[in-house]
Structures are given as C-alpha cells and as structure tokens.
C-alpha cells in the first residue's frame, strides 16, 4: 500500500532507500532559483519545478525512482536573440544505488541514481534530469525575424563558377 506525502515545496533531503522500501510518493514545487547549474543553462531563473516522485521496489528487487518534472525556463532564441519561453518535461526512472560498482547489476531500461549512505539531495537529482532534457537550441515558436530582413527585396544572381576538373573532362573526351 502506498503513502503520500504531499508538501507545497518538496523537500531537499530524503532517505531514497527507505522511501522506496515503504513506497512512499511526493509531491511539490522546487523553486528554479534552488537549482544552480540550471541558472547557468538558462536565461532567467524565474518560477517552479513541478515534481511528482514515486519510489518503490521492482519485481528485480531494485529500488527505484519514477516521476515527472515540469519546468518553463526561459533561454536565447538562436533566430532573434531575444529570450523565448522553453517548457521542459523530464520523465524520471531512475535505480537507486549506492555506489558505481552497483550499476553492473541494472537492467538496461534503468539508469543510475548514485545516492551512496544517508539522506540524499532530491534537488540535485531533478536538476540532473531537467539539464538532460533542455533542447540543444531554443527557439520561438512563431517566426520572429521580420522576412525583409532576411533578403533585400532583389532576385539573387548565381554565377557559374570555373570547374577546375573540366581540363580533365575535355582530355578525357579527345581522340587519341
């Protein structure tokens, strides 16, 4: 039977293991100005993470995170240079272990969680997870550059440039 522990913010530190063992499920909002590594990825820190974990013990005997988190961040469009609203949606299946060694063991389907003793930082493991799914490159999702800008209004001229291989060509084709 499984707990849920539902909180307005999510709490920073847990003991993922034994969250697991009881099956415990939380819920909450991690504000993006708690994730430094994503400030530096992105253009504004403004907002919340919207986060739902699920921790639990496989048929495998593995103990696992699963979730949801969803984020809008704000990145620099690579067509106008203005910032550009990005959402970000990260599915989290994650095996908990304790150590690199312990990775050997999982399934495929699985990645690693390294955890090690203790309480761990759930806040750490989120950031992990949006930084993975930011795209490569933002952009808007209507055009933003005005399409005047984009030529100068006359017919472009392609002028035919020298082959340097039709030497080759016209001695290839003459009698001998």
Request: proline share 7%; charged share 20%.
């Amino acid at each position: 039977m499984s707990q849920a522990l539902s909180k307005k913010t999510l709490p920073r530190l847990g003991d993922p293991r034994k969250f697991a063992q009881q099956g415990i499920s939380v819920s909450g909002t991690v504000p993006v100005s708690s994730l430094p590594r994503l400030l530096e990825a992105v253009e504004s820190g403004d907002g919340e993470v919207d986060v739902n974990l699920a921790f639990g013990v496989t048929e495998d005997r593995h103990r696992v995170v699963t979730g949801t988190a969803v984020a809008n961040v704000s990145q620099i469009c690579q067509r106008c240079l203005q910032p550009a609203a990005v959402p970000v949606h990260c599915d989290i299946s994650l095996a908990i272990i304790w150590s690199e060694e312990d990775m050997e063991a999982l399934p495929s389907h699985l990645d690693p969680w390294i955890t090690g003793e203790g309480a761990a930082d759930f806040y750490s493991m989120i950031e992990e997870e949006l930084l993975l799914n930011l795209p490569a490159v933002a952009y808007h999702e209507t055009l933003c550059i005005d399409e005047k800008l984009l030529t100068s209004g006359e017919p472009v001229v392609v002028k035919k440039a020298k082959n340097p291989f039709q030497v080759l060509e016209q001695l290839k084709s003459s009698p001998k």
